[in-house]
């Protein structure tokens, strides 16, 4: 028989593709996570994870309980860092450092029609101020102009 601080789930996944949205819906109906066994270490090896129309690929996490921390890494082709889950989740914010961010925008991947506006695909380049030619008013024409 194990201790106490053994006990818990360890958990390994290898799969080409996940869609994770459904999962998170499950896990929002759950109330009662006290009786949910803990998670001490979770590795995630994913060709392809699908988050709220977003796609990771690959998508790796390798998470091991450290006090009562999940604390490791995670990577993906939009980011790169080490992420800490602490236990107490609804108090305690998580915290995820990176070392890579990815932030392209691809107006062609946005989620729903309120997202959706035309963007210029090049914008071009504004002239400086002093390539700008004014434009002479004729009160400014000349100073004869002005002196009557």
Same mark, same amino acid.
């Given at each position: 028989?194990?201790?106490?601080? /053994?006990?818990? #789930? +360890?958990?390994?996944?290898? !799969?080409?593709?996940? @869609?994770? =949205?459904?999962?998170?819906?499950?896990?929002?109906?759950?109330? $009662?996570?006290?009786?949910?066994?803990?998670?001490? /270490?979770?590795? #995630? %090896? #994913?060709?392809?994870?699908?988050?709220?129309?977003?796609?990771?690929?690959?998508?790796? #996490?390798?998470?091991?309980? /450290?006090?009562?921390?999940?604390?490791? %890494?995670?990577?993906?082709?939009?980011?790169?860092?080490?992420?800490? @889950?602490?236990? =107490?989740?609804?108090?305690?914010? *998580?915290?995820?450092?990176?070392?890579? !961010? $990815?932030?392209?925008? $691809?107006? =062609?991947? *946005?989620?729903?029609?309120?997202? +959706?506006?035309? *963007?210029? +695909?090049?914008?071009?380049?504004?002239?400086?101020?002093?390539?700008?030619?004014?434009?002479? &008013?004729?009160?400014?024409? &000349?100073?004869?102009?002005?002196?009557?």
């Amino acid at each position: 028989m194990e201790s106490t601080q /053994q006990q818990g #789930l +360890r958990i390994k996944v290898k !799969l080409p593709e996940l @869609i994770l =949205d459904p999962w998170l819906e499950l896990a929002k109906g759950e109330s $009662d996570t006290a009786a949910a066994p803990k998670i001490r /270490q979770l590795n #995630l %090896d #994913l060709e392809r994870l699908l988050l709220k129309g977003t796609e990771f690929t690959p998508f790796r #996490l390798s998470l091991e309980e /450290q006090g009562k921390v999940l604390t490791g %890494d995670v990577s993906s082709n939009h980011f790169e860092g080490t992420i800490e @889950i602490p236990g =107490d989740i609804q108090q305690t914010p *998580l915290r995820l450092n990176l070392k890579r !961010l $990815d932030i392209t925008f $691809d107006p =062609d991947i *946005l989620p729903g029609p309120m997202m +959706r506006f035309p *963007l210029p +695909r090049s914008i071009p380049p504004a002239s400086p101020p002093w390539k700008r030619r004014l434009k002479k &008013s004729p009160s400014t024409a &000349s100073p004869s102009a002005r002196c009557s």
